[in-house]
């Protein structure tokens, strides 16, 4: 059983800045396919920063490039989002996610493609 745990959310005003970590666990499990995805009340799912690639790629929304990066302790299993220049707009739960055990991702997964999601951690921009 593979878990992960995210932690790092939380409230912040415009153009604060929040990091986010996401650690796997779980035996013999290591992917370089991880990344996060967002979901806020009535919108859609959207990818917001993948690994792909083999993990040496990574993908970013439109909407947080320049502001958000991905980056990963392989020694601790662990993913992290620094988010920068936080918009309210940025407001939303946050699932960190990760492929099954041995799938390659040639390519930036799409949502139903991740084998596993994080319960979410809540990020909240006021403005």
């Known amino acids: 059983q593979v878990h992960l745990v995210e932690s790092g959310g939380g409230s912040v005003q415009a153009g604060g800045s929040l990091r986010l970590s996401c650690a796997a666990s779980g035996f013999g499990y290591k992917s370089n396919c991880m990344g996060w995805f967002r979901q806020a009340p009535g919108k859609e799912r959207e990818a917001v920063a993948n690994f792909y690639g083999g993990g040496g790629s990574t993908a970013y929304a439109d909407s947080v490039k320049g502001r958000f990066t991905i980056s990963r302790d392989n020694a601790k299993n662990t993913v992290y989002l620094q988010m920068n220049t936080l918009k309210p707009e940025d407001t939303a739960m946050y699932y960190c996610?990760?492929?099954?055990?041995?799938?390659?991702?040639?390519?930036?997964?799409?949502?139903?493609?991740?084998?596993?999601w994080g319960q979410g951690t809540q990020v909240t921009v006021s403005s």
């Open positions: 996610v990760a492929a099954a055990l041995g799938r390659p991702c040639w390519y930036p997964l799409a949502a139903h493609e991740y084998s596993y």
